[in-house]
């Protein structure tokens, strides 16, 4: 999966920042450092599906971002982001 850019309502942003007290170039982060990444269920837009991304921001936070994928734009939209939990740090690390 190929993401040439990198969207965020503002709305979502600042929920990131509010609730997760993550900012959204961590999350933008993650996406760019080779994340691992696995769908999670369709969209309601055919071919939009909503994805996970696990990694880490460049500073070393373990973060879970979750986003939509428009293949024809190459294109993630952050819907999502906060600290991996204990169990996907785990399952991350041992692959």
Do not use: W
């Not at 996970?52 to 986003?67: D, H, K, M, N, P």
């Amino acid at each position: 999966m190929e993401i040439a850019y990198i969207t965020c309502p503002e709305a979502i942003e600042e929920k990131l920042e509010r609730k997760h007290n993550l900012r959204l170039r961590e999350a933008r982060q993650v996406l760019l450092n080779e994340p691992r990444i696995r769908f999670v269920e369709r969209g309601h837009v055919e071919g939009e599906n909503l994805y996970a991304a696990l990694g880490q921001s460049y500073g070393g936070r373990y973060i879970i971002v979750f986003f939509i994928y428009k293949p024809n734009e190459q294109s993630a939209m952050i819907i999502s982001a906060r600290d991996m939990s204990r169990k996907e740090r785990k399952s991350y690390e041992k692959k």
